[in-house]
């Protein structure tokens, strides 16, 4: 089995910068792709972004885009989002995920197999 392991959550004030990341361990597969979710109280779980194994390709929600980055360094078995320029709407647990490279650097969240148990990510105005 894989475990998938955030940290790096916290609360912030808007325009902050927060670095998640996200450890894979135990059964290991590679190569896989590497995701970040993120669901807010209410709201459904939404896609933020998604990179594949060489990191040549990622997909990023239009809310993100131009503030997020994922990124990933398989020597440290390991996906990063670094969140900058926050806004008090980016408030919600975050959730790592992975599956297979083949599937590509998917948004639906259901095509993954793997996931983490959240980060708590708050954004004060």
């Known amino acids: 089995q894989v475990q998938l392991v955030e940290s790096g959550g916290g609360m912030v004030q808007a325009g902050d910068s927060l670095r998640l990341s996200c450890v894979a361990s135990?059964?290991?597969?590679?190569?896989?792709?590497g995701g970040w979710f993120r669901q807010a109280p209410g709201k459904e779980r939404e896609f933020v972004a998604s990179?594949?194994?060489?990191?040549?390709?990622?997909n990023y929600a239009d809310s993100v885009k131009g503030r997020f980055t994922i990124s990933r360094d398989n020597a440290k078995n390991t996906v990063y989002l670094q969140m900058n320029a926050m806004k008090p709407e980016d408030t919600a647990v975050y959730y790592c995920?992975?599956?297979?490279?083949?599937?590509?650097?998917?948004?639906?969240?259901?095509?993954?197999?793997?996931w983490g148990q959240g980060t708590q990510v708050t954004v004060s105005s």
């Open positions: 990179i594949s194994w060489t990191g040549s390709s990622t």
């Open positions: 995920a992975a599956v297979n490279w083949a599937t590509g650097v998917t948004s639906t969240s259901s095509r993954y197999d793997y």
């Open positions: 135990g059964r290991t597969f590679s190569p896989y792709v």
